[in-house]
């Protein structure tokens, strides 16, 4: 577990220094990501309420109890250094979204993606539009976000089984810094909402909080 790491954060808010992209409340905020195109961006509103819960439980990093709904194109974005993102349809973007998610993240936010099944197929033509140049890559199970709070040395848990297929977490660098996870085939969020919504068993649930705590810690501390 990276105590240290966690407890300079908390220290730095302590002592009243500015960390970028932090509220001035003291704490950080997280959003949840409100887009076009008919998808459900909307469902499972428990999820994150009940990740940021587990988080403030079981780490140092101060966290704000409630999250804010935020549009792609709008300013407020940039004041929240992790922004989540799932649904189960569609997704569009016009050019000037495009513009500023991709100036949101280059200027050190986070984006985390979960596949809520069948957002692939819309997400992956956004994120093109967002980084030309770039593909995503699958993230090595080394890699720190795999260990940032538990450790998870196989990498994504499976939550939902869906189609049965691995589950893959998938990257996006900018600068050598992973500005964008996504998560396919794990359906984190489905384990994150209460139990009794898609009757996930307690050590799945467990596991998915788990991970979910990796990701976030590692965005607010990188």
């Not at 409340?25 to 409100?34: D, L, N, P, W, Y």
């Not at 428990?46 to 549009?71: G, M, Q, R």
């Not at 995503?136 to 080394?142: G, L, V």
């Not at 869906?162 to 794990?186: A, N, T």
């Amino acid at each position: 577990m990276r105590i240290v790491q966690l407890l300079l954060i908390s220290l730095l808010f302590c002592s009243g220094m500015e960390v970028v992209l932090a509220q001035s409340s003291g704490e950080f905020e997280i959003a949840r990501a409100k887009y076009r195109g008919g998808g459900d961006w909307y469902n499972d509103p428990s999820a994150l309420e009940n990740l940021i819960s587990f988080t403030k439980e079981n780490t140092p990093i101060l966290i704000s109890d409630t999250y804010k709904d935020v549009s792609l194109g709008s300013a407020e974005l940039y004041s929240y250094p992790f922004v989540f993102l799932t649904g189960h349809g569609n997704i569009t973007l016009n050019s000037a979204e495009v513009r500023n998610v991709r100036d949101y993240l280059q200027n050190g936010g986070f984006l985390y993606i979960d596949d809520d099944y069948g957002l692939d197929e819309y997400i992956r033509p956004v994120i093109k539009e967002i980084f030309p140049d770039e593909e995503f890559i699958e993230i090595p199970f080394t890699h720190p976000i795999y260990d940032q709070v538990y450790q998870y040395e196989n990498g994504l848990p499976k939550i939902h089984e869906h189609d049965g297929k691995p589950p893959k977490g998938l990257g996006i660098f900018y600068e050598g810094r992973l500005v964008v996870f996504y998560s396919i085939e794990s359906n984190l969020g489905d384990g994150w909402a209460e139990a009794e919504i898609h009757n996930v068993p307690p050590s799945l649930r467990r596991q998915s909080l788990e991970m979910g705590a990796n990701i976030l810690v590692y965005a607010l501390t990188q």
